[in-house]
């Protein structure tokens, strides 16, 4: 009799635990869709104690920085991001004693972690945060950040390798299959030319000229993550600003990063039963947007260049952590079915099995079955392509529009920036952003 207690105890919990993370946001995501920021800000505080409770701070405060930063609450949005990339951390550090659940149930019982491209682009839109705050020297800190977390990322993988192994051991000297991928970026270039712009604009000419660098350098040595080409713009970048001139940057953002969705894996057993695995990946959010195009008042018209698919890099940090995370799932999986064999085994031994036995065998299996979901988890704002050009003017006050055109040149998006303040010897960096 406690022997069914127990089981029936254990059955309660997969099903209990078992929930989906999914959660509805769709009224905040047509109005980020329309261009009302403030709107999709304040519809997602509406639902701020769900996305508690089933996605976790780190979403949260991350998908209310980035509102916050398109609405133009720049202090806010800094408070906001900075909470969740220091609650990244934290979950990154948490002891594995935590992660004890995910081997029963699914990944969603544990704390999200937050991905290494949320991560990264943490610091970037806090860096652009602290430009239109003026405080040019706190955007470099941030820029920095950024780009040390890159080059760390290797080591990190390395890290999540060993410590997925350990966790993964079924029995004493049997371990999972341990097939990894080590991704390939390991530079933004984003990154390292906003680094670029804000180094000129404080006169740190020897930062300039190595950032400058490392853009080439990242399209040099990233050919998949850059297939297109370096931007022109660059060169111009490298030469004197004219007497009497200031020099304009203009960063522009459309579309959405990669969300993911469960894959499910079935896997025919000896005793006839199924075992399942679920796991996340991520798919695409496409845009139309083709190109963008500059007009000042005065000036010709030119177009801007891209820079960087946001969506590449989410993708290829991703496999990295992905393929952990399905090994991760085969050996919950395998878990589960052991018990399951083991409990057969026990009530079936000599043939005299009683029914509640039987229905709690059935019972067991349904419940793995159910409680086997991916972790489905991530941020829902950060943008999917960076768009970049500059532009040499005299001093002055300018009205700046930009258009997000598609293949046939239609305009799909505009954005009016009146009263642009140029000045020489400064930072003179324009944001731009489509939600198309």
């Not at 080439?216 to 111009?236: G, H, N, R, V, W």
């Not at 026990?346 to 299996?365: D, H, P, V």
């Not at 040499?392 to 598609?406: A, F, Q, R």
């Not at 293949?407 to 731009?432: A, M, P, Q, V, W």
Request: with cysteine; charged share 25%; aromatic share 10%.
């Amino acid at each position: 009799m406690k022997r069914v207690l127990l089981f029936s105890s254990m059955c309660i919990l997969f099903l209990a635990l078992g929930c989906s993370s999914l959660i509805d946001i769709s009224d905040s995501q047509y109005k980020h869709f329309q261009g009302d920021y403030d709107g999709a800000y304040n519809r997602l505080l509406e639902k701020k104690q769900v996305i508690l409770k089933k996605q976790g701070p780190i979403i949260l405060h991350l998908d209310t920085g980035i509102l916050s930063h398109l609405s133009g609450d720049y202090e806010i949005s800094n408070t906001l991001l900075s909470l969740a990339e220091r609650e990244i951390q934290e979950a990154y550090t948490s002891s594995i004693s935590k992660n004890i659940a995910s081997y029963l149930v699914n990944d969603n019982t544990i704390e999200y972690q937050g991905e290494d491209y949320e991560d990264i682009y943490i610091n970037v839109f806090k860096a652009l945060n602290y430009v239109r705050l003026g405080e040019e020297e706190s955007a470099l800190v941030e820029l920095n950040r950024s780009i040390e977390k890159q080059s760390l990322l290797k080591q990190k993988y390395e890290t999540q390798i060993e410590k997925i192994s350990k966790e993964g051991r079924l029995n004493e000297g049997d371990r999972v299959s341990m097939t990894t991928y080590s991704s390939s970026f390991s530079s933004s270039a984003l990154a390292n030319y906003l680094s670029m712009v804000v180094a000129r604009g404080v006169g740190e000419e020897n930062l300039f000229t190595y950032s400058l660098n490392q853009v080439m350098f990242a399209f040099e040595t990233q050919p998949t993550l850059y297939p297109f080409s370096l931007p022109k713009s660059l060169i111009d970048e490298k030469k004197p600003i004219p007497r009497g001139k200031a020099r304009l940057n203009i960063v522009a953002f459309n579309g959405l990063a990669p969300e993911k969705f469960e894959k499910v894996e079935l896997y025919n057993l000896s005793n006839g039963s199924f075992m399942k695995i679920a796991y996340p990946v991520m798919q695409e959010r496409g845009s139309n947007i083709h190109n963008v195009t500059i007009s000042i008042e005065n000036e010709k018209d030119f177009q801007l260049e891209k820079l960087e698919s946001i969506s590449s890099i989410a993708f290829e940090t991703f496999k990295a952590t992905s393929s952990l995370i399905k090994i991760k799932a085969m050996v919950r999986a395998t878990m589960k079915a052991i018990g399951t064999e083991v409990y057969d085994d026990m009530i079936y031994k000599e043939n005299n099995a009683t029914l509640g036995e039987i229905l709690l065998s059935s019972i067991f299996k349904i419940a793995s079955f159910v409680s086997e979901q991916a972790d489905v988890r991530s941020s829902h704002f950060l943008p999917n392509t960076a768009w970049v050009g500059g532009i040499n003017l005299s001093p002055g006050e300018y009205t700046i529009t930009i258009l997000y055109k598609n293949y046939s040149g239609k305009t799909l998006f505009k954005e009016t920036i009146n009263n642009f303040k140029i000045e020489r010897d400064k930072t003179n960096l324009l944001e731009s952003y489509s939600p198309l």
